[in-house]
């Protein structure tokens, strides 16, 4: 019976995977005849890693942070993090940019899919199958379908905001334009707080329940039957 149910739920994820391949063939978006690869380039962990500490350096570094007031010298915490914050936006921009030119794993377009209906309908369907595996007692898909790739482009179009606006603030400091970039950082900064509690404790959970997401993401590759 346990062996029965296994190739039952096997089977079914390998018809959904030809439906999601249809489905992306049907609606004409580029490389559609195949899904992206499970597999991570080296260049793409090594900048998701250091996405992630400057992500964790700045928001948890951001506690204690006390601004200098006009002609005080700011202390190094505060140095720290306008020059991690420097550092993190040539980081997510050396990320946008190997996105465009790397082949095999999530694009540009499906990270930001909202600019065309197309897109926009793919993350709609794709978002429709998984909560229906949801109301199945089965956890969605953890591989780059079209809504799991939005939500990671909108953390990522939610990290862009944040360093840029907190790059703005240090050439523009107490000014009125400043100080209205000031609290568009804070709020692209509680922004990213709750997505990384949400993104994190989603890989926790599907690591709990056998998905390997965390050494898949930064050191292991799956190996696949051609």
Not at 159 to 175: D, E, K, R, S
């Amino acid at each position: 019976m346990t062996v029965s149910h296994a190739t039952t739920s096997i089977g079914i994820d390998q018809v959904n995977h030809q439906v999601n391949r249809s489905q992306l063939a049907t609606l004409g978006l580029a490389g559609a005849t195949r899904l992206p690869s499970p597999n991570r380039s080296g260049m793409t962990r090594v900048l998701h890693a250091l996405i992630l500490v400057c992500v964790l350096f700045q928001l948890l570094g951001s506690n204690f942070l006390s601004r200098p007031l006009p002609g005080e010298v700011p202390e190094i915490s505060m140095v720290l993090h306008q020059y991690v914050g420097m550092g993190s936006l040539a980081v997510v921009a050396a990320f946008w940019a190997w996105t465009l030119v790397r082949n095999g794993e999530t694009s540009a377009v499906r990270l930001v899919p909202w600019l065309s209906m197309t897109g926009i309908k793919s993350v709609w369907d794709d978002t429709v199958t998984q909560i229906g595996r949801l109301t199945r007692g089965t956890m969605p898909d953890d591989t780059d379908s079209a809504m799991i790739s939005a939500v990671h482009g909108l953390g990522l179009l939610t990290l862009t905001a944040m360093a840029i606006t907190g790059t703005a603030y240090f050439f523009l400091g107490t000014t009125p334009t400043g100080r209205l970039v000031l609290s568009l950082h804070k709020l692209t900064a509680n922004l990213m707080w709750g997505y990384l509690i949400a993104h994190a404790g989603l890989a926790v959970l599907h690591q709990l329940l056998g998905n390997d997401m965390v050494s898949r993401m930064f050191w292991r590759r799956i190996t696949t039957k051609s």
